[in-house]
């Protein structure tokens, strides 16, 4: 079984940053054999893809609202993978959720959420004007 755990959300103005982050744990869990990715859900929306990284970090993929804004990144030895957030906007607020899926396709075939076999419960950003 395979948890996974968000942090780092909260408020901020737009044009701030924030950082989230999504540890990673489990029995038999080898963080890097798997795909990560970020997904958010705003309110009265569907929840969206935002980012997913390939298990080796090489290949990164991105919304293309968000591609010039934030980065993908994952430091295996901590099993953990992170969301640098910048130039927030308005619209970026939302639950943020990490997700998880064993593969070792490129970063780009992981942009749907039923790609992905485990999740955590959801960090919330909130961006105010």
């Known amino acids: 079984q395979v948890q996974l755990e968000e942090s780092g959300g909260g408020l901020v103005q737009t044009g701030g940053s924030l950082r989230l982050s999504c540890a990673a744990s489990?029995?038999?869990?080898?963080?890097?054999?798997?795909?990560m990715g970020w997904f958010r859900q705003a309110p009265g929306k569907e929840r969206e893809f935002v980012a997913s990284?390939?298990?080796?970090?090489?290949?990164?993929y991105y919304l293309p609202s968000v591609k010039e804004r934030f980065t993908i990144s994952r430091d295996d030895a901590k099993k953990t993978v992170y969301l640098q957030m910048n130039s927030l906007k308005l619209e970026d607020t939302a639950d943020y959720y990490c997700?998880?899926?064993?593969?070792?396709?490129?970063?780009?075939?992981?942009?749907?959420?039923?790609?992905?076999?485990?999740w955590g419960q959801g960090t919330k950003v909130t961006v105010s004007s």
């Open positions: 997700a998880a899926v064993l593969g070792s396709a490129s970063a780009r075939n992981y942009d749907n959420q039923g790609h992905f076999q485990y």
């Open positions: 489990g029995r038999a869990f080898e963080f890097d054999d798997y795909a």
């Open positions: 990284i390939s298990w080796s970090g090489r290949t990164t």
